[in-house]
Every structure is written in structure tokens, then in C-alpha cells.
Nanobody, 126 residues
Framework: QVQLVESGGGLVQAGGSLRLSCATSGRAISTYAMGWFRQAPGKEREFVASVTAFGVNTYYTDSVKGRFTISRDNAKNTMNLQMNSLKPEDTAVYYC???????????????????WGQGTQVTVSS
């Protein structure tokens, strides 16, 4: 089992920055893929970014490319999402996720991940 706890959410003005963190416990995550998803009010949960084991590959949804950066620190069992140039449309609850190793997974779908955090609210005001 892997437990995930997000932190770093809050209220920020458009154009500002936030750094989300995901702390993990229960099992070393070095071989797990890690990802961020978000869910805005009235919308389905959507993929934001993911990083494969040991940080070999990263993936981003088009709307955040060039603004968000995902990173991981396996020694500390943590993952981060640096969010710059935030827009009101980035407002959502952000969820951290971990996926067990699987060569065939691209880790861009909810079904690719096995463990989830409770979420942290990000609100971007215009």
C-alpha cells in the first residue's frame, strides 16, 4: 500500500505561482510512476502531468505545457508540481497519484494509477 498526501494548494492571482507537493509513505516509490490530475467544479477529473520511474519521462496535458513542471525526489519519497503563470481555468482540486510499474502504460489515464491522495484546492482569481 502507498499513502499519498498533497499540500501546497491555495488562492493565488492570475499570473502567479504555486508549488504542490505530494508526500508518500508505506512503500518506496522509486519504481512507481507518479502523476497529477485535477477536477474543476462540474467537470470530470483530467490528467495534468506525470513522471515515470526515476524521472526518465515526463508527460503534460497541452494546456499546461511550458507553465507546469513535474519533478520527483525518490530519496525523499516526494513529488512536486511547480505551477507558473497560473490562469483562472487552472482552478480545481489537484490530486496526486501513484501507479505500479507496467511497461505498457503511458500513465496519462486515471486507470493507469493505483493509489490516490485526497486532493488539494487550487484557486486562481482573475
Amino acid at each position: 500500500q502507498v499513502q499519498l498526501v498533497e499540500s501546497g494548494g491555495g488562492l493565488v492571482q492570475a499570473g502567479g505561482s504555486l508549488r504542490l507537493s505530494c508526500a508518500t509513505s508505506g512503500r518506496a516509490i522509486s519504481t512507481y510512476a507518479m502523476g497529477w490530475f485535477r477536477q474543476a467544479p462540474g467537470k470530470e477529473r483530467e490528467f495534468v502531468a506525470s513522471v515515470t520511474a526515476f524521472g526518465v519521462n515526463t508527460y503534460y496535458t497541452d494546456s499546461v505545457k511550458g507553465r507546469f513542471t513535474i519533478s520527483r525526489d525518490n530519496a525523499k519519497n516526494t513529488m512536486n508540481l511547480q505551477m507558473n503563470s497560473l490562469k483562472p481555468e487552472d482552478t480545481a482540486v489537484y490530486y496526486c497519484a501513484a501507479g505500479t510499474p507496467n511497461y505498457y502504460k503511458r500513465y496519462q489515464r486515471q486507470s493507469d494509477f493505483d493509489y490516490w491522495g485526497q486532493g488539494t484546492q487550487v484557486t486562481v482569481s482573475s
